[in-house]
């Protein structure tokens, strides 16, 4: 939770940008969420909602992180993750 709550402080500056491109933090942000879909590993929403908001602030602004996104099939993967909270919520 500390390490997604450090990475959300840090996506809010558009300086820190680069970073997440040229340090691949996007890349394995999107692969840790998919681990979490495909059930490998269980997040806490708490968890989710730093990552899902880090990827938000980190291409806001960027055009070049908004691509590398496309690249990992972002919109498939936000398109798994609405369902599967919308199971759950059916579940309750």
């Known amino acids: 939770l500390s390490t997604s709550k450090l990475l959300f402080k840090l996506s809010k500056s ?3 940008d680069s970073l997440f491109q040229s340090e691949q933090v996007l890349t394995l942000l999107v692969d840790l969420l998919y681990l979490h879909v495909r ?3 269980l997040l806490s929403n708490e968890i989710l909602i730093y990552t899902i908001a ?3 602030n980190a291409s806001s602004s960027s055009s070049k992180n ?3 996104l496309l690249a ?3 919109l498939t993967l936000l398109s798994l993750l609405l369902n ?3 199971c759950q919520l059916e579940d309750h």
């Open 72 to 74: 990992c099939d972002i």
């Open 14 to 16: 558009e300086s820190n």
């Open 84 to 86: 599967d909270l919308t």
């Open 66 to 68: 908004q691509q590398a």
């Open 54 to 56: 880090t990827l938000k």
């Open 39 to 41: 059930k490998s590993i």
